[in-house]
């Protein structure tokens, strides 16, 4: 058994960031088969597109039995599995003779591995740090930049001598060590609770097997927090917000490349700036974890997320106005550095508004919400191509979901705040009021004479 904030929890953060390379790595490389893949299947772009959003919808989806498997088994044994079942599936995968088979292998069997390993590994996070937790969050979520820059180069590289059956039977291989990262991630032996902004006081919980046990909460609640989506604001805000958020959010990383190669782009190329993303996000994503640290920001992230969210959909407009190589470094320059605030702040914020007692299950109905949204959003996508000709229209939805987004969490949460600050000054009026009457209706009774006492 590990203690939280010991030496071995750097460790575990290691391995942790190897995890997100694997898991949230992959799902960017699939724009670079995309092509590939609506040929060797002679498929649509609507159909193409089911995919991707496949993969990234189980990714989300698989939250509650994530969840579960976490609090029977431990995030150790979960995040193993996730990686025998990515192997698996991405093996399968490689043989499959219809569009419809590659859905079921590496779409539903690989994206549930994906999730097992990748959620697992954000909740043992969690309970290995307390005082830096958020710094741990941003750290590791540079793997998933890691491995954003590197899935893309490599995938380019091995669709030219292996093609994509070939490919994907290598990453197969790849996504295995999930199970090497998941063996180190010991078991915890306690963590304090982290008290939420809902005003609960913080408890000292026992952990098992590394899961807090959540005594509060009872049945469903504990994997799918529906109490806190009918009650807790706050929550209700930024769940809704970011579920809107990733209808648009992930579609550059599917669409870049083929809208760059429709360009006149080398494919080559194109798939470069899919690296440069997380090329940037590398660097960006620790800065961001730094600065969101500041006294300033202190219960203030919601408002650094959203404005992360705000640039990354104005972001679009540059794809689509400035049409060259140039434009598009830009274009990936500014979606890669509001990614970068988006990805390190994204758990914590949901963390800082549950509290870490009520995490699993407010995580587990986040994602699902989440996956809704990812499983439309690409096969729309690609509807829309296949109507207009052209990839245009995919990056203006885009910009248009995302912005609306990042502004209703903004505004929304600026109005809850003024509104808890009117109450909390209208609190202290009326005790203020209270304190002052009850002064004044204190009775004068001059002290008592000797004489008072003759009869």
């Given at each position: 058994m590990e203690t939280p904030d010991g030496p071995w929890s750097w460790v575990v953060l290691v391995a942790a960031m190897i995890t997100h390379a694997?898991?949230?790595?992959?799902?960017?490389?699939?724009?670079?088969?995309?092509?590939e893949l609506q040929n060797s299947f002679q498929a649509s772009n609507t159909e193409t597109s089911w995919f991707p959003s496949i993969v990234l919808a189980v990714l989300h989806a698989g939250g509650p039995l994530c969840s579960i498997m976490v609090e029977r088994f431990g995030c150790r044994v979960s995040v193993m599995v996730g990686g025998l079942l990515c192997g698996i599936g991405m093996v399968t995968s490689s043989f499959s003779q219809t569009i419809i088979h590659l859905y079921l292998s590496a779409g539903i069997i690989g994206g549930l591995g994906l999730?097992?390993?990748?959620?697992?590994?954000?909740?043992?996070?969690?309970?290995?740090?307390?005082?830096?937790?958020?710094?741990?969050?941003?750290?590791?979520?540079?793997?998933?930049?890691?491995?954003?820059?590197?899935?893309?180069?490599?995938?380019?590289?091995?669709?030219?001598?292996?093609?994509?059956?070939?490919?994907?039977?290598i990453f197969g291989g790849v996504l295995l060590n999930c199970c090497v990262c998941g063996a180190i991630m010991r078991p915890v032996k306690a963590l304090p609770a982290t008290p939420s902004m809902d005003g609960s006081s913080p408890k000292a919980n026992g952990v098992n097997n590394g899961v807090q046990e959540m005594e509060h909460a009872k049945g469903i609640k504990r994997y799918i927090a529906f109490d806190l989506l009918l009650h807790h604001r706050r929550y209700q805000i930024y769940t809704i917000g970011v579920t809107w958020m990733v209808f648009g959010f992930v579609l550059p990383l599917f669409y870049l490349v083929p809208y760059a190669t429709s360009s006149g782009i080398d494919e080559s190329t194109a798939a470069l700036l899919l690296a440069l993303i997380g090329f940037i996000n590398i660097f960006a994503r620790p800065v961001a974890g730094l600065v969101s640290q500041k006294q300033i920001f202190s219960g203030k992230l919601i408002y650094l997320f959203s404005g992360a969210v705000i640039v990354n959909g104005l972001s679009?407009?540059?794809?689509?106005?400035?049409?060259s190589f140039t434009g598009l470094i830009v274009y990936c320059?500014?979606?890669?550095?509001?990614?970068?605030?988006?990805?390190?702040?994204?758990f914590q914020v949901l963390m800082d508004t549950v509290g870490m007692k009520r995490f699993p299950g407010a995580f587990g109905l986040f994602t699902i919400l989440e996956s809704v949204t990812i499983l439309i959003g690409p096969p729309l996508a690609g509807w829309m191509v296949d109507i207009a000709g052209q990839y245009n229209p995919v990056f203006y939805f885009t910009c248009i979901a995302v912005t609306s987004s990042g502004l209703f969490m903004c505004l929304s949460s600026l109005i809850l705040d003024r509104k808890e600050g009117k109450s909390k000054n209208n609190l202290g009026n009326q005790n203020d009021t209270a304190g002052t009457a009850e002064r004044q209706n204190i009775i004068y009774r001059p002290p008592i004479k000797q004489e008072d006492f003759v009869i």
């Open positions: 694997l898991t949230l790595g992959f799902p960017s490389c699939i724009g670079v088969f995309y092509t999730c097992f390993s990748f959620q697992a590994a954000v909740t043992v996070l969690g309970y290995y740090f307390v005082k830096r937790r958020t710094l741990a969050n941003a750290i590791a979520s540079t793997g998933a930049s890691i491995g954003m820059a590197l899935w893309p180069i490599a995938s380019q590289h091995l669709s030219q001598i292996m093609g994509w059956r070939g490919s994907f039977m679009n407009l540059v794809c689509v106005s400035f049409m320059i500014l979606y890669g550095i509001s990614m970068s605030v988006i990805g390190s702040l994204l």
